[in-house]
């Protein structure tokens, strides 16, 4: 869904009205490296859950702090996928810098 109201600020942006189809016609440019990152996503997210599962206390607080620091970072990353023809990674890259900017 965020990746269509992105696709769609997009075009308002530049002057334009936007449709759903074209907001879907974004979206499916874009695929490949929005499904590259929803992979990339749970690899972390269950990487992070396997060791919090199998930890102690300490490891589960250092568990959620890195997965804090995940979300924190992974943000902006579906606005940034969408808007700019780069992979998931460079895109994780990008949100993280983006919010240290701000």
């Known amino acids: 869904m965020r990746r269509w109201l992105v696709g769609a600020a997009l075009i308002c942006l530049d002057g334009g009205d936007p449709t759903v189809s074209d907001d879907l016609a974004i979206a499916g440019k874009r695929m490949g490296a929005i499904l590259g990152y929803a992979a990339l996503a749970a690899t972390v997210g269950m990487v992070l859950r396997f060791i919090s ?27 940034v996928l969408v808007a700019k023809d780069i992979g998931p990674i460079d895109a994780v890259k990008e949100s993280a810098a983006l919010l240290r900017q701000t």
């Open 53 to 79: 599962e199998r930890s102690g206390f300490i490891g589960r607080l250092i568990s959620g702090f890195v997965g804090m620091t995940w979300s924190l970072a992974t943000y902006l990353t579906v606005p």
